[in-house]
Every structure is written in structure tokens, then in C-alpha cells.
């Protein structure tokens, strides 16, 4: 099993930054692609934010992102991180952190992009963006 704990969500305002954090208790954090998802209000899909793949950390994001999303891994402590830039009232949603331990190749662009993929995932933490 791996059990996933995010923090550093928050209210915001538009044009800011937050640093979410995603610790997985694993014993070789590096075997797993870690991804954020995101689900904003009143909805039930999970929007792929970003993934960083497991073993080399190759990372992706989605097409929203536009260059404001960072994610980043720390496999000595486990963690990884989505650093969020130019914040939007759009961007409001709870943030999940997901890993896969299936070590699997890239069968497509796409293929750590789908939220299916993944079989742990945290409790998410809350994005509030006011305009």
C-alpha cells in the first residue's frame, strides 16, 4: 500500500503563488509516477494537472497549465511538489496528489494522464482563488 497525505493548500488571491506538497509513505518513492489532479466545484471529473514519471522524473502537464504549474520531486524525502504560479479564480478546485507503482512505459502522450491509472490516492487539499 501507499498512503499519500497533501498539504498547503489555502485561500489565495488572484496573482499568487502556493506550494502543495504530497509525502508517500513507500519504500522506494522513485518507482512511482506521481501526478496531481485537481476537481473544481460542482464537478466529478478529475482534471490531470501534472505528472512527474517514475525513474527517470519525466514530467507533463495539462494543457491549462500554460507554464504556471511546476511539479518537482524529492525522492530522499519522498515528497513531491506542485509549485503554482499567477493563480486564477479558475484554478480554485481540491488538489490531489495520485501515485502508480506499476512502473509501466509511456504507451501514449497521454498515458499518466488519465486519472484511472492510478491506484493511490491522498485526501486532497483545498484551492481557493478570490478575484
Known amino acids: 500500500q501507499v498512503q499519500l497525505e497533501e498539504s498547503g493548500g489555502g485561500l489565495v488571491q488572484a496573482g499568487d503563488s502556493l506550494r502543495l506538497s504530497c509525502a508517500a509513505s513507500?519504500?522506494?518513492?522513485?518507482?512511482?509516477?506521481m501526478a496531481w489532479f485537481r476537481r473544481a466545484p460542482g464537478t466529478e471529473h478529475d482534471e490531470f494537472v501534472a505528472v512527474s514519471r517514475w525513474g527517470s522524473g519525466r514530467t507533463s502537464y495539462g494543457d491549462f497549465v500554460k507554464g504556471r504549474f511546476t511539479i518537482s520531486r524529492d525522492n530522499a524525502k519522498n515528497t513531491v511538489y506542485l509549485q503554482m504560479n499567477s493563480l486564477q479564480p479558475g484554478d480554485t478546485a481540491v488538489y490531489y496528489c495520485?501515485?502508480?507503482?506499476?512502473?509501466?512505459?509511456?504507451?501514449?502522450?497521454?498515458?499518466?494522464?488519465?486519472?484511472?491509472?492510478?491506484?493511490?490516492w491522498g485526501r486532497g487539499t483545498q484551492v481557493t482563488v478570490s478575484s
Open positions: 495520485a501515485a502508480d507503482r506499476s512502473r509501466s512505459p509511456d504507451y501514449s502522450p497521454t498515458y499518466y494522464h488519465t486519472p484511472g491509472r492510478y491506484d493511490f
Open positions: 513507500v519504500r522506494t518513492f522513485s518507482d512511482l509516477a
